[in-house]
């Protein structure tokens, strides 16, 4: 079992920058994929970055590729989401997630285990 905490959400200006974290419980932190998705109400949730169990391999959606990076720590079982240059749009509810090893990181049904999410608000 995971346990899932993100924090670091907030109101900023378009153009600004926010850095999410999701520290997670339990001794396997490591041995999880994890990733980050966004959704906004009324919206599907949308898969935004992906990091492997070592963080030599990351992800990107086409939409944030060049602004977001992915990035763990895994002696602090801490998975961060650097957000730069965020746009009105990206306004949305953001939850990171665990996954046992397997591929398709970019799909939220491969995911295990869910954080309760953390808004990110960008106003205009």
């Known amino acids: 079992q995971v346990q899932l905490v993100e924090s670091g959400g907030g109101l900023v200006q378009a153009g600004g920058s926010l850095r999410l974290s999701c520290a997670a419980s339990g001794r396997t932190f490591s041995s999880y994929a994890m990733g980050w998705f966004r959704q906004d109400p009324g919206k599907e949730r949308e898969f935004v970055a992906a990091?492997?169990?070592?963080?030599?391999?990351?992800y990107y959606a086409g939409s944030v590729e060049g602004r977001f990076t992915i990035s763990r720590d895994n002696a602090k079982n801490t998975v961060y989401l650097q957000m730069n240059s965020l746009k009105p749009e990206e306004t949305a509810v953001y939850y990171c997630a665990a996954s046992r090893p397997r591929g398709g990181l970019r799909t939220d049904s491969v995911y295990d285990y869910w954080g309760q999410g953390t808004q990110v608000t960008v106003s205009s």
């Open positions: 990091i492997s169990r070592s963080g030599g391999s990351t």
